[in-house]
């Protein structure tokens, strides 16, 4: 039996990873004919404070696990970069696809900061990213014609006099080496190259 399910994984992963290659080759060559939206979006949202259960835990668990007790205030925000999309269909996604009106607040492109620290976290190349994957799925909903690429991370911000050791302790409890990495704080140019470079990083999967 285990056997077999091997196998359906492997054709599973074939699968998406031809599916990948080809989006992927179709996008290279809508750019290369000027018929690719570049311009890459970027999205926050975060729970409004009522709702914001998972940054309240975490201001707990730095507190307690960590036992840094001068952390004042946790912000967990979700990003989203996406590229090609029409302004017709982001501004729909961004109240049905990204966010949540009665529970969340959108930031489009930055957010302020203040005096806090600030991290993001996203999945290693190869890793699957359920929620960007799901996110892209929904704005086909919205217009089947759309091809959008979405990528996504977690973005914490952490309020309070934390000294560089302690901001790096945070890092460390936040992110999982085995299937995360800090995300870089630009936002990149296309996000092509992204996923071509994760075609050649997936790993197969194995028993």
Not at 104 to 126: I, M
Not at 182 to 205: G, N, Q, R
Request: aromatic share 8%; glycine share 4%.
């Amino acid at each position: 039996m285990t056997q077999y399910v091997i196998i359906a994984k492997r054709n599973i992963w074939r699968g998406r990873k031809n599916h990948a290659r080809s989006r992927i080759k179709e996008n290279i060559s809508r750019k290369e004919k000027g018929t690719f939206m570049s311009k890459v979006r970027r999205v926050y949202v975060e729970k409004k404070p009522a709702f914001a259960v998972k940054a309240k835990e975490l201001q707990a668990e730095i507190k307690s696990y960590l036992g840094i007790s001068s952390v004042t205030g946790v912000r967990e925000l979700i990003r989203y970069d996406i590229e090609n999309i029409s302004e017709e269909t982001y501004k729909k996604a961004l109240v049905t696809v990204f966010s949540e009106p009665p529970v969340d607040t959108v930031f489009e492109e930055t957010f302020e900061l203040g005096n806090a620290k600030t991290f993001s976290v996203e999945y290693l190349p190869g890793h699957f990213d359920q929620r960007a994957d799901s996110a892209q799925q929904c704005v086909k909903l919205l217009d089947e014609d759309e091809d959008a690429l979405i990528k996504s991370a977690t973005t914490y911000v952490v309020k309070g006099d934390l000294t560089d050791e302690q901001l790096e302790a945070v890092k460390e409890y936040c992110i999982n080496p085995v299937d995360s990495r800090e995300a870089a704080a630009d936002k990149p140019e296309t996000l092509v190259m992204d996923f071509d470079c994760l075609l050649y990083t997936s790993p197969s999967p194995r028993d």
